[in-house]
């Protein structure tokens, strides 16, 4: 069992940054993939940033050069410094973790954490 809680959400003016960090409850080496996920007002929830413990990455091409993942072993977190950030993306960001175990593949989900971008 994997328990995610996410931080750092908040409104934002456009233009402006911020970055979100997420908690794991257990030694984030073991876990496959982490990554952020949003999901906006009427819509479907979408990856925006993911990271493998390999170290690789995938980005949502409406991410790409403005956000950065990155996950610190030592803390057991995964973070996304979000910058350049507009009105369209605001949404509520999830938190994810995939995990394989011999059974098969589980994902984890935080609660989300709202963020806005208006001015």
């Known amino acids: 069992q994997v328990q995610l809680v996410e931080s750092g959400g908040g409104l934002v003016q456009p233009g402006g940054s911020l970055r979100l960090s997420c908690a794991s409850s257990v030694d984030i080496k073991s876990i496959y993939q982490l990554g952020w996920y949003r999901q906006g007002p009427g819509n479907v929830r979408r990856p925006v940033a993911t990271i493998r413990n390999t170290g690789g990455t995938d980005y949502a091409k409406s991410a790409e050069g403005r956000f950065t993942i990155t996950r610190d072993n030592a803390k057991n977190t995964v973070n996304l410094q979000m910058n350049s950030l507009k009105p369209e993306d605001t949404a509520v960001y999830f938190c994810?973790?995939?995990?394989?175990?011999?059974?098969?593949?589980?994902?984890?989900w935080g609660q989300g954490t709202q963020v806005t971008v208006s001015s």
């Open positions: 994810n973790a995939e995990v394989n175990y011999t059974s098969g593949i589980k994902n984890y």
